[in-house]
């Protein structure tokens, strides 16, 4: 053999032997899903985020091809469900259907708390959002947001405002106006909307901030009245309510409620890409979109950046808990 052809196979040879040395994806990711994938979700049957939760199975199913079946474990406003998922396996078989309370907003003020969503979750896809609204008691006599900070701002500390807890993505949003508008309310936590509503109906409670899905009802019989949406745009399905934002009061104000899956972290990228398009992908159905809708919920494009939504959404509610020095 002469030096020339010699050459030519060695280099095969090396080159060979380096591909073989490249990382590889594990033997089971190539086959996924080869079993049911469970999707916990840290809320009651019935609720929005659970809702979202059977939406987003019933998309992952379909695009992918698996058996997915929801698992409900309710407890410290998700945090339950959110803790199972990060003790579980990275291997894409348990993912969590979350909201923003577990994934950026009750770590703020529960020392309890083990996880930290933005370390030890892998975000893979924002469902949809869920704007908030403040409502008013008709005891108040308050008909429009002008009229609600005008009154607050004339007696501060004697009127209260509900919310679904301390830390919560709701009270959040409450605190958040009284950063802005320069008002104080004494914040009431609420372990179930029914009693909130309940006490706003009533009169006992004077404002609150509170779900669209169940606001309505209440709204329709004109027992309580809407004064202004979190997002940054009026609803659709509500396009008489303004966006708070439309206040000069409270310019450019936007905090919304959301709902979005996640794995573990260290899942890996091959199935993470998976799940991501998946999800995307099942989002341009209309019929999916409708599903949303329904249930108050603004959905999804697909496009947005979970992993920068989820640290932007910390890094504002860390701030919130100073200005309100709030303690679970």
Do not use: C
């Not at 929801?70 to 803790?83: H, L």
């Not at 509500?238 to 996640?262: D, M, R, T």
């Not at 991501?276 to 950046?305: F, H, M, Q, W, Y």
């Amino acid at each position: 053999m002469t030096l020339r052809t010699a050459l030519p196979a060695r280099r095969r040879l090396l080159s060979t032997l380096a591909l073989a040395m490249l990382p590889t994806a594990p033997a089971w990711s190539q086959g996924y899903p080869a079993k049911p994938i469970k999707m916990v979700v840290g809320y009651a049957p019935g609720g929005s985020v659970d809702m979202a939760a059977r939406i987003a199975a019933d998309v992952i199913a379909a695009q992918i091809g698996a058996t997915v079946v929801v698992d409900n474990q309710s407890g410290a406003a998700g945090a339950v469900a959110a803790q199972r998922l990060v003790n579980s396996p990275a291997d894409g078989y348990t993912l969590l259907t979350g909201s923003s309370n577990e994934m950026a907003a009750t770590g703020q003020v529960n020392p309890a708390q083990k996880y930290d969503p933005l370390k030890d979750m892998t975000s893979i896809g924002l469902i949809a959002t869920a704007p908030v609204l403040l409502v008013a008691s008709p005891r108040t006599n308050v008909k429009s947001l002008a009229e609600f900070i005008e009154l607050t701002r004339r007696n501060p500390g004697k009127f209260s405002y509900g919310s679904s807890g301390v830390g919560s993505t709701l009270h959040f949003a409450g605190e958040l106006i009284k950063q802005r508008a320069g008002i104080f309310m004494t914040h009431i936590p609420y372990r179930s909307t029914s009693s909130l509503t309940t006490d706003l109906v009533g009169g006992t409670l004077d404002f609150a901030m509170i779900s669209p899905t169940a606001a309505v009802p209440f709204i329709q019989g004109g027992r309580i009245v809407p004064l202004g949406v979190t997002s940054a745009t009026r609803m659709a399905s509500l396009p008489n309510v303004p966006a708070l934002g439309e206040n000069p009061q409270l310019k450019g104000y936007e905090l919304s409620g959301w709902f979005a899956l996640a794995g573990p972290v260290n899942l890996p990228p091959e199935v993470t890409q998976r799940l991501r398009t998946a999800l995307a992908t099942g989002l341009k159905d209309p019929a999916i979109r409708k599903r949303l809708e329904a249930g108050g919920s603004v959905p999804a494009t697909g496009n947005e950046d979970l992993a920068k939504i989820m640290r932007d959404d910390v890094a504002k509610f860390a701030g919130l808990v100073k200005f309100a020095n709030m303690k679970d």
